[in-house]
């Protein structure tokens, strides 16, 4: 690989060449070289320069978006071949949507790193659109993702486990006391708290009110799962939402369920990778995933 891409893009991402020098180990006239050399080869200024601050110019923005991608894929090349004699460790690189990435992951990664300490994990917890969109990019090593899952030839998608979503409400919401079974059209009426477009959350929330033939009056959003149960426990509203998020809740009388025909809404959560070959690191995670008996003990404890 051309050592000038590597510099690049790490002055690039630390706009600066002296943080650039010292993360390289190297002076900062070497790093002033190298860009040079690269903008010679390109026929194009790549950075913008100033006593302050270094800035990709229009130019320089393109030649980053390859270059980021050359360097990401060099070195899983080198991973890739040291796995052939080294046991599982070094890089891996993993995406989950927020319901996973939050409630199940952690568990998981725990017992993963109990067997492989030599593991590194980076975690990127994003909503499903933009995890998808970093897999594709090969941004990621893998992605766990909920809900539909767009089709891509150069993706394998496995299917990992169902998640079951429930009606959450505060304790003392009034539809909790009603003798007769809540109707959709009552639920309606209700303040739906939902998540921003492109979760998959808000996904399953939207297929609920299609399949039941309703229109929320009032919807409030929030682009985390947290702070809607903040807002339902207080009495803003209920709220579609995985039984992996509200399980503590649940047990310990913050939350509680409202009972309607046709939940709990059951959908899908499938791992995503984008890689003809696979580190022993990614292998290792892989299987952990697919072995366990029961994927949603793992949310359970701790």
Same mark, same amino acid.
Request: proline share 4%.
């Given at each position: ?57 229009? =130019? /320089? ?5 390859? !270059?980021?991608?050359?360097? &990401?894929? @060099?070195?899983?090349? *080198?991973? +890739? ?6 046991? =599982? /460790? ?5 995406? !989950?949507?927020?319901?996973? &990435?939050? @409630?199940?992951?952690? *568990?998981? +990664? ?193």
């Amino acid at each position: 690989m051309d050592q000038s891409l590597l510099v690049f893009v790490t002055a690039a991402e630390r706009r600066n060449f002296s943080r650039a020098a010292e993360d390289l180990h190297m002076t900062q006239p070497a790093v002033s070289q190298y860009i040079r050399a690269l903008e010679d080869t390109m026929g194009a200024r790549l950075l913008e320069r100033t006593n302050k601050y270094v800035r990709l110019t229009k =130019a /320089g923005e393109i030649v980053y978006d390859h !270059a980021k991608d050359i360097v &990401g894929l @060099y070195g899983r090349m *080198h991973r +890739l071949v040291d796995d052939l004699s080294n046991e =599982a /460790g070094g890089p891996l690189s993993i995406g !989950a949507s927020y319901t996973f &990435g939050e @409630y199940v992951l952690p *568990h998981i +990664l725990a017992r993963l790193l109990a067997d492989y300490p030599r593991i590194q994990p980076d975690v990127t917890i994003g909503n499903t659109a933009e995890i998808a969109d970093l897999i594709v990019a090969q941004q990621l090593d893998a992605g766990i993702v909920e809900g539909r899952f767009k089709e891509n030839r150069q993706l394998a998608v496995l299917p990992l486990a169902e998640d079951h979503m429930v009606l959450a409400a505060s304790p003392g919401h009034p539809l909790l006391d009603s003798a007769q079974p809540v109707s959709w059209e009552s639920l309606a009426e209700q303040t739906w708290i939902m998540r921003e477009r492109g979760s998959g959350t808000r996904e399953a929330a939207e297929t609920v009110f299609s399949d039941k033939s309703i229109t929320p009056d009032r919807t409030i959003q929030f682009s985390s799962t947290q702070p809607i149960k903040e807002a339902v426990g207080a009495g803003l509203g209920i709220s579609l939402l995985s039984e992996w998020a509200v399980q503590k809740e649940l047990a310990h009388g913050d939350l509680a369920v409202i009972q309607a025909p046709g939940l709990p809404h059951i959908r899908q959560f499938s791992v995503v990778t984008n890689s003809t070959y696979r580190t022993k690191a990614l292998q290792v995670f892989l299987d952990l995933l697919q072995s366990a008996d029961d994927l949603t003990s793992f949310g359970q404890r701790g």
